[in-house]
């Protein structure tokens, strides 16, 4: 076993990283355990409470389960441009529980379908063109919603540790849930390398140990299941009639997978952070990726006839707590969903696990992901704009999570469908960071060939953009190094393909209170220089060559350089100080 693999403290690999068979089994295990009773139990919700037969329940359970097992190891293999290529985590959707069961109201699984298949199309154009959405989907609008997941489950979570039996004595609950909650704590808090790395599978263990004393744990559940078994076919079709119905809850579907699009945006961009020790750029062709495989899933589970599925935050939570963040735990995860879906005996295992239990390790889980969102926020600097839409985001969606602000009038306006708080709190963020978007000074843009001969036209309007404000010789002096050093390290990243080469250039330049915004817009490369000049910290570690001076004269000529990288695009944004 290597250093890695003994201790997760140890520097990290990213999701490559080699882990033995033994822990990669253990973890994809434990993921499964989280990750099967929220899988099961919202469609069951949701196909019982329209009221749909009970073959048409258990089929919708089965795809379900199916649909999340191919769409996790999709996430962790990355074919082409479909998958983040991490540990991503894919779950049924509870954000859709509401249209869903409406949608099956209105026209039966058919019409959920329908609407299935749109909501798959709409999230696989959003992840075509992400990066018309970069001056939104910001950390600190990505962070918030990552601190409202914990909000929209914690109602679930505490209705689960009072599920216990009549008959049970009043103190199982409690002590099963004590009993978790100080094993995986104090293992945590304390023990290093494989104990760690085992430590929520040990308090679930010992959890549920304290509960069959008490009897709470089910076996006759386990008894009752099959030991291999398959339910009866029922796929559903397509509503092809495009009637009211379906223009009814169109609008509905859309915005629901807007939300649930930005809330696995905001998730892939926190198990990158997680994934690596060091700080590194986000890499948004991760994220397009990771958006891609939603769009499939859903694609898939509109044929077989289940609901939407997206992000759910269990593998970031696992990579936060143990250190291993490998994305063959995804390969491991996905496939194990597949297989119990075949196997309703082993299903049943992990189902008859008590409520109190569950219960206690979910909320430490949910502890670990809004820690998570608070780093996201944290990463990009907190001013006082910033700490205002989170502070004021954060409390908006709690309070529509538990229906503290003016519920009847709320009531009246949806219908009586509960708002989400992940939705309102996002929604608030997400405006308020457009309102600031739009009231920024006007961009001045220029649009030129992708080429070296560029260099004259983007010095002869950076200067011009200088002397409109009447700059003096040292800041005109910097706007000019600076913009011809990016677009020097751009051109260097460039490929040669004729596609390449007739690609355009765009840059826009905007003079805010007390820096100056440069941002370049062009073809894609591979290298991140936002990245490579972070490592020019170890000025031992490179060599001296004509593209390192470049990226070190923007390093010490800019007050910061943040990379984006997209499919088919660069955006570099550089920002000057004018002092």
């Given at each position: 076993m290597t250093e890695a693999h003994a201790d997760p403290d140890a520097t990290q690999l990213g999701p490559n990283q080699r882990v033995s068979v033994p822990i990669a089994s253990g973890l994809g295990l434990q993921l499964v355990a989280l990750m099967l009773p929220g899988i099961v139990l919202i469609p069951t919700i949701v196909f019982r409470g329209a009221g749909q037969p009970e073959d048409v329940l258990l089929w919708g359970v089965f795809a379900g389960v199916i649909v999340c097992g191919a769409a996790t190891m999709l996430q962790a293999i990355r074919f082409g441009r479909f998958g983040a290529g991490y540990l991503i985590t894919t779950g049924t959707s509870g954000a859709t529980m509401a249209?869903?069961?409406?949608?099956?109201?209105?026209?039966?699984?058919?019409?959920?379908?329908?609407?299935?298949?749109?909501?798959?199309?709409?999230?696989?154009?959003?992840?075509?063109?992400?990066?018309?959405?970069?001056?939104?989907?910001?950390?600190?609008?990505?962070g918030t919603i990552i601190m409202l997941t914990p909000v929209t489950v914690t109602p679930l979570i505490f209705q689960e540790l009072n599920n216990v039996p009549v008959g049970i004595s009043p103190v199982a609950g409690p002590l099963c849930a004590l009993t978790t909650l100080v094993v995986v704590i104090g293992i945590m808090l304390k023990a290093h390398g494989f104990w760690r790395l085992w430590s929520p599978i040990i308090g679930v263990i010992a959890g549920t140990f304290v509960s069959v004393i008490f009897g709470l744990y089910d076996f006759g559940r386990i008894a009752d299941a099959a030991w291999i078994g398959l339910p009866t076919l029922a796929l559903p079709g397509f509503d092809l009639d495009f009637g009211v119905a379906f223009w009814g809850l169109l609008p509905a579907f859309l915005f629901i997978s807007v939300v649930c699009t930005v809330q696995t945006v905001s998730g892939s961009i926190a198990i990158q952070r997680v994934t690596w020790n060091e700080s590194r750029a986000v890499d948004f062709r991760s994220v397009q990726g990771a958006v891609a495989s939603d769009s499939a899933g859903n694609l898939l589970g509109s044929v077989l006839g289940s609901m939407p599925v997206g992000f759910r935050p269990n593998g970031t939570s696992m990579t936060e707590?143990?250190?291993?963040?490998?994305?063959?735990?995804?390969?491991?995860?996905?496939?194990?969903?597949?297989?119990?879906?075949?196997?309703?005996?082993?299903?049943?295992?992990?189902?008859?696990?008590?409520?109190?239990?569950?219960?206690?390790?979910?909320?430490?889980?949910?502890?670990?992901?809004?820690?998570?969102?608070?780093?996201?926020?944290?990463?990009?600097?907190?001013?006082?704009?910033?700490?205002?839409?989170?502070?004021?985001?954060?409390?908006?969606g709690v309070g529509f999570e538990y229906g503290s602000i003016f519920p009847e009038f709320v009531a009246g306006l949806t219908g009586n469908v509960p708002v989400n708080g992940m939705l309102a709190g996002g929604l608030v963020a997400f405006l308020a960071t457009g309102f600031i978007e739009l009231t920024k000074p006007r961009r001045q843009k220029l649009e030129v060939a992708f080429d070296r001969a560029a260099l004259a036209s983007v010095r002869?309007?950076?200067?011009?953009?200088?002397?409109?404000?009447?700059?003096?010789?040292?800041?005109?002096?910097?706007?000019?190094?600076?913009?011809?050093?990016?677009?020097?390290?751009?051109?260097?990243?460039?490929?040669?393909?004729?596609?390449?080469?007739?690609?355009?250039?765009?840059?826009?330049?905007?003079?805010?209170?007390?820096?100056?915004?440069?941002?370049?817009?062009?073809?894609?490369?591979?290298?991140?220089?936002?990245?490579?000049?972070?490592?020019?910290?170890?000025?031992?570690?490179?060599e001296s060559t004509?593209?390192?001076?470049?990226?070190?004269?923007?390093?010490?000529?800019?007050?910061?350089?943040?990379?984006q990288q997209y499919f088919g695009t660069d955006v570099i944004t550089v920002h000057v100080d004018r002092s």
């Open positions: 249209v869903s069961v409406a949608a099956l109201n209105a026209g039966g699984p058919p019409l959920l379908a329908s609407l299935v298949l749109t909501m798959a199309i709409v999230q696989f154009a959003f992840s075509t063109r992400l990066e018309l959405f970069r001056r939104i989907l910001t950390p600190t609008v990505t707590i143990t250190g291993v963040g490998a994305r063959s735990l995804g390969l491991i995860l996905g496939a194990s969903l597949i297989l119990l879906a075949c196997i309703p005996k082993v299903l049943a295992i992990v189902l008859a696990i008590p409520g109190p239990v569950v219960a206690t390790f979910t909320t430490i889980v949910m502890a670990s992901i809004f820690i998570i969102g608070v780093k996201i926020v944290a990463q990009d600097g907190v001013d006082y704009r910033k700490g205002a839409i989170v502070g004021i985001a954060f409390w908006v002869d309007f950076v200067l011009g953009f200088a002397d409109r404000y009447s700059w003096d010789e040292s800041m005109v002096a910097r706007l000019d190094a600076v913009s011809e050093e990016t677009l020097l390290t751009l051109l260097e990243e460039r490929g040669t393909t004729e596609e390449e080469e007739s690609r355009r250039l765009l840059v826009g330049v905007t003079n805010e209170k007390e820096r100056v915004t440069l941002e370049f817009i062009a073809s894609s490369g591979e290298e991140n220089v936002q990245d490579r000049i972070a490592m020019l910290a170890d000025a031992s570690t490179l004509e593209r390192d001076l470049s990226l070190r004269l923007l390093r010490h000529l800019a007050s910061s350089v943040r990379h």
